[in-house]
Each structure stands twice: as structure tokens, then as C-alpha cells.
């Protein structure tokens, strides 16, 4: 078959690979911020639990012999450290965890939630810091985009397009039996236009499992719909205990986060989770030197 010469050759003349470049381009284009926001605030996140609690309010030393503070004890203190308020609530369970009294006043609509030392009486700080809801904002944007469950849909939606955008970037990255081997790697020596090219194209050769996991689990956490019906539809749904499909769609949201407890293996999420981002920005800058900066733009 001639195509499939052509294509084995000189890809870059057959009509299918030109169109599977325009439907690259295009969604590329389209979607390219989308995919640079959720790429570095996946990055940050993988460090999630670390950050909230170096940026949680900190927490007196656990000592289960130390004489604690009766609630009503507890009580005075915050009257004191907040006088006109109204106590509403007061949490004084404490753990090895959290060693702290939870403390909820409110005045004229306005609240405060407080933590205090269940030992001394103290005033540690707030319960949920400023840092702690950056954190929590960035979780929300890069899950539900700022709109609760309806944006978690339209994420499904974004990461189905990064899907096809993966997909279509690995037909058109072959560049033909003799020169695929310069596509596997980065050189510095032909300038910037080279430096790019060779960037975008290496990247996409190597982290190809990366970005197609990082999309198809997306998809999958913001339309889970169609892949439990997958797993029910090749798997006995009345089986007792985890089907091999529940174990794959599980270890498949697990892989997109990253929050692995293994430290060097979190830095490597972290690390290859910007990959998107600069797959993006490469790709702009190539589309601008070869399209854009030709018409004088």
C-alpha cells in the first residue's frame, strides 16, 4: 500500500497524518491553558498533604500525663482572648494528631475558629489557616475548576480532549524511518527554533506514558460513568469482593495524583507533572515561529 510507504518514509505527505496534525494543533490550541493550569497546580498538589500541614497552625506537644483543661476552663480562656463573642462550639477531644481544642465563637454574623492549647489555655491560631485554604483553592480549581460538580463534568470533558491531543501528538511525532532517531533526543547546538523543536518532540516520546495516563484518569474522575460501565460490562457486577476492573480503575486514579509516600518517587511526579505545561508552551512557541511570525504577527 502506497500510504503506508509514504508514511513508513516521508510521513509528512500523507493526507491522514496532515489531518491528525490540524486535529493536534487545533485542540492543542484550545485547550493549552486549561492543561498549563491544571499541570502546575497538579505539580504543587502532589504535595498536598505536606503543605497542609506545614502551613496548618502549630500544635502544642501531646502529652498524655499533662493535667488538661476542663471545657469550662477552655471556655473562659476564649472569653477572655475574645470578649463580646459567643461560644458556640467547643471541640476538646484531642489526639496524638491533633493536640489541640477546637474552638467556634461568633459576634454580629461574624465567626472565628479558633484552635487553643487544651494544657495552658492558649490562643495557637486559626483552624484552617490562610495557607491551608490556598491549598484547598488550588484542590478545587484543579478538580472542579471552582464549580463544584459540575466543573469536575467539564474537567472530564477537558481531559477527553487531552486524551485525543495525546494520542494524535504520538502519530504525528513519527517522522519517518530515517530520521526517528533524532527525535528522541535534545540539541542545544541548532539554536532556539531547534532547541524547541527537539524539546517538544523528545518530551512527548518519553513521557508519552505520563501524559496518557494523566488524561485518561482525568477523564475518568470527572465522567466515571462510562468506565464503571466498562468494568461491569466485561466483569460479573454481582462478584463478591474487588474485580480486576475495580483494582485498575483505582490504581488509575492513584497514579494521577501521585501522593506516593516513597519521597523520591513524589519528587518525580511532581517533576514529569509540569511536563504538560511546557509540552504546551513548546508547542505554542513552534506554531508561533512557523505560522504566526511568517504573516508578520
Not at 498536598?48 to 473562659?76: C, I, V, Y
Not at 471541640?91 to 492549647?117: M, Q, S, V
Not at 518525580?268 to 511546557?278: E, Q, R
Request: net charge positive.
Amino acid at each position: 500500500m502506497k500510504w503506508l510507504h509514504n508514511w513508513w518514509r516521508q510521513p509528512q505527505r500523507v493526507w491522514l497524518r496532515r489531518a491528525v496534525f490540524q486535529v493536534h494543533l487545533w485542540i492543542g490550541i484550545g485547550i493549552g491553558l486549561y492543561i498549563v493550569m491544571l499541570s502546575l497546580t497538579g505539580s504543587v498538589l502532589v504535595y498536598r498533604t505536606e503543605l497542609d500541614r506545614w502551613l496548618a497552625t502549630p500544635r502544642p506537644q501531646f502529652d498524655a500525663n499533662a493535667q488538661r483543661l476542663s471545657k469550662e476552663e477552655l471556655q473562659a480562656a476564649a472569653r477572655r482572648a475574645y470578649p463580646g463573642y459567643d461560644i458556640v462550639e467547643v471541640r476538646d477531644r484531642i489526639t496524638r494528631r491533633n493536640p489541640a481544642a477546637a474552638i467556634y465563637l461568633e459576634r454580629d454574623g461574624a465567626t472565628k475558629e479558633r484552635l487553643f492549647n487544651p494544657y495552658t489555655g492558649e490562643d495557637l491560631g486559626d483552624v484552617t489557616t490562610k495557607g491551608q485554604f490556598l491549598v484547598l483553592w488550588l484542590a478545587q480549581l484543579h478538580d472542579d475548576l471552582l464549580m463544584d460538580m459540575s466543573g469536575r463534568f467539564w474537567n472530564g470533558i477537558g481531559s477527553a480532549l487531552a486524551t485525543i491531543l495525546v494520542l494524535t501528538g504520538s502519530v504525528v511525532w513519527w517522522p519517518g524511518i530515517q530520521r526517528w532517531r533524532r527525535s528522541l533526543g535534545v540539541s542545544v547546538a541548532g539554536g532556539w527554533r531547534r532547541f524547541t523543536w527537539d524539546l517538544h518532540s523528545a518530551a512527548g516520546f518519553w513521557l508519552f506514558p505520563f501524559l496518557l495516563m494523566w488524561s485518561v484518569s482525568g477523564f475518568y474522575l470527572g465522567i466515571p460513568q462510562p468506565f464503571t460501565d466498562l468494568v461491569d460490562a466485561i466483569s460479573d457486577p454481582q462478584a463478591q469482593g474487588e474485580r480486576p476492573g475495580d483494582v485498575a480503575l483505582y490504581w488509575l486514579a492513584r497514579l494521577h495524583f501521585g501522593r506516593w509516600r516513597n519521597g523520591p518517587l513524589k519528587a518525580l511526579w511532581a517533576a514529569v507533572g509540569l511536563a504538560p505545561a511546557v509540552m504546551f508552551i513548546t508547542g505554542l512557541v513552534m506554531w508561533w515561529n512557523r505560522v504566526l511570525r511568517r504573516r508578520g504577527v
